[in-house]
């Protein structure tokens, strides 16, 4: 079927744009696996022909909406590092600094940059718990993680590697399931709390990460020993 003279026209840009959005729309909705590039063309509002123009490939697709985001939030996050060097002069970054170079980026583009945005987010979130898309997730963001664990080591100076390393790890974590919108703590909560609300559910997700990264880089390793054996006996008292 001949389409119409207004898809003809759109710019080369506005197309791309186009298909990019209704990709990661998809993506997050039902996984890179579950899409296929008929559907997001056909949400697109564009010809099958047109992604092959702009994209060799679905995995492309799937680069490129990831990239365009994550280089916006890396550019956003070495802005506010640069700030609160400039503020603390020679002293090493706070704990809340650094924390706050991490999600504020986040919090700022999910409130601002529109719903795609929230796609975005809960990709990011889906594809961290597979191994497939490792490689690509190290290329996005380990340079930039790499300045934080920096961050992490002269805040901590001395540490265990292990324990910047878990911190650090664990703060990445937290956010992302935080940005997920999976939302199990709208039923637990009653409607009391939703992690749609992102601004709220950072409010609380700050101090948290503050009080955490703290406690992995100088507490004491955990002991599970006496846990198991309860577990054990309770195990055995009910075979």
């Known amino acids: 079927m001949k389409k119409s003279t207004t898809e003809n026209k759109r710019p080369l840009r506005e197309t791309s744009v186009r298909i990019l959005d209704a990709a990661e729309q998809l993506f997050a909705a039902q996984s890179y696996e579950g899409t296929s590039i008929r559907q997001i063309t056909d949400l697109a509002e564009v010809r099958l022909a047109l992604a092959h123009y702009h994209f ?21 996050r070495q802005k506010l590092l640069t700030h ?37 987010a809960k990709l990011a979130a889906r ?12 290329n996005l963001f380990n340079p930039l993680a790499q300045a934080f664990l920096h961050e992490l080591r002269r805040t901590f100076p001395g540490r265990e590697e292990q324990r910047i390393q878990w911190a650090f790890d664990f703060m990445v974590g937290v956010m992302s399931n935080t940005f997920s919108e999976n939302n199990r703590i709208v039923g637990l909560s009653n409607g009391l709390c939703s992690s749609e609300n992102h601004e709220d559910a950072c409010n609380h997700l ?20 006496n846990d198991f054996d309860t577990i054990l006996q309770a195990s055995t008292l009910n075979d």
């Open 127 to 138: 594809i961290m718990s597979t191994e497939r898309w490792m490689e690509l997730l190290s």
């Open 56 to 76: 060799e490939s679905k995995e492309q697709i799937f680069f490129e909406v990831l990239a365009r985001r994550a280089n916006v939030v890396n550019e956003s």
């Open 84 to 120: 609160y060097r400039s503020v603390r002069g020679q002293s090493p970054l706070s704990v809340e600094d650094i924390a706050r170079c991490y999600i504020s980026p986040y919090l700022y583009w999910s409130l601002h940059g529109g719903p795609g945005w929230q796609n975005y």
């Open 206 to 225: 700050l101090p948290f990460v503050v009080a955490g990264v703290s406690a992995t880089v100088d507490t004491a390793t955990a002991s599970f020993t």
